[in-house]
């Protein structure tokens, strides 16, 4: 059965990003068959014989994420739309926000009405300017036509949106660090339990979920569960997918379709093959710069979040660089290492430093300073950090130096041996 892209339907239309071009694509309707037809529960329920699974790089189930409130009413709840999309090599949220942001709105309409929330905030990338414009304009079409304010549709469900713009840091995409930011405070992410869901924005039970996944439970209201657990690979890997495509290939770009697509299958038909015909693939990091890196012969893999994890690595955010043979390893990491060392909040002694070593080391490797005892310093402090942060930060810079070392080690060894680059060329920067 040919796949059918669902979420980038609107985006090529020339008026994706109006209310009126949105309506005219049929937009708007999964929102009031929900209302007529579903309870909030229901709608929970709904979202959870999906299948869907968070697009924000954890992977995990959506509706159980939901299901995880606490059943008393005596505070608010809350509604977060994490739009701080920053991991390196991603850019499909944004994508979304300034194509076809009604999907998306919609989609937090029916996700606030699902928790029983009547306040929505959502959290924007301080640098996503255009994106920012657009979505307060589609909010405002939205609450003129009745989508947004009170009593929607005529149905007593009642929600507002507050737009946030963040201040452009890496770390303000953990959830609980986004929920400081929206205080007012800086971006620490908090110690864990107790979860958003029970303790989160203000106090308050909290639900945060990233733009893509909001999108889908527009599909998901529109056409049913049913339908959207028949794509991809049930039962676990469920519905469209939004991938990513960057470095050293001919179409970079945001890519739909069905999750579990295998990886090959992206690159060569969606992204249009390598960059030069001269250079073959050498290396591919499949969901982001904080993800583990796999060799061209472990790239022969499925696009999803348990396939990924089962070749050693993970979907993360599905962005995905791709590196040709004239891609230097050590370099590569070089540049992964200064964004997360510049990222770093500082709040935990083994990223604050550890990341700066990383840096260090690196340098002189690059530089032909480089000592034999580097290679296995880089890894002994990535086995350091790992396990060992408030917070996955630590994590998404020790995966990568730990994976480029174990699948590229000679390259790093021939470096501090030879006192040069053996590749003597540079990386995709």
Known sequence: MAFEPVLTRNIHRPDSGTIEGY???????GLRRALKEFSPGQLVEEVKNSGLRGRGGAGFPTGMKWGFLPKTRDKPRYLCVNADESEPGTFKDRLLIEKDPHLVLEGIILSAYA??????FF???GEFHEGYRIFQKAVQEARAKGFLGTNILGSGFSLDIIIYRGAGAYICGEETALLESLEGKRGYPRIKPPFPAIVGLYGCPTIINNVETLANVTLIAERGAAWYAS???PPKNTGPKLFCLSGHVKRPG???APLGVPFLELLNEHAGGMQHSDRPLKAAVPGGSSMKILPASKCDVLMDFDALAAAGTSLGSAGGIV???STCMVTALLNVARFYAHESCGQCTPCREGTGWFVKIL??????DGRPEDVGLLTGI????EGNTVCPFGEAIAWPVESYVRVFREEFEEHAKRKACPMKTTAVR
Do not use: C, H, K, P
């Open 231 to 233: 794509i991809g690979r």
């Open 123 to 125: 959290y924007i990338r």
């Open 323 to 325: 590196m040709d043979t």
């Open 23 to 29: 309506l005219a694509a049929g937009g708007y309707q």
């Open 382 to 385: 990535a086995s350091n950090i």
């Open 115 to 120: 928790i029983e929330s009547s306040l929505a």
């Open 254 to 256: 945001v890519f739909e």
């Open 363 to 368: 340098s002189r490797l690059e530089r032909g």
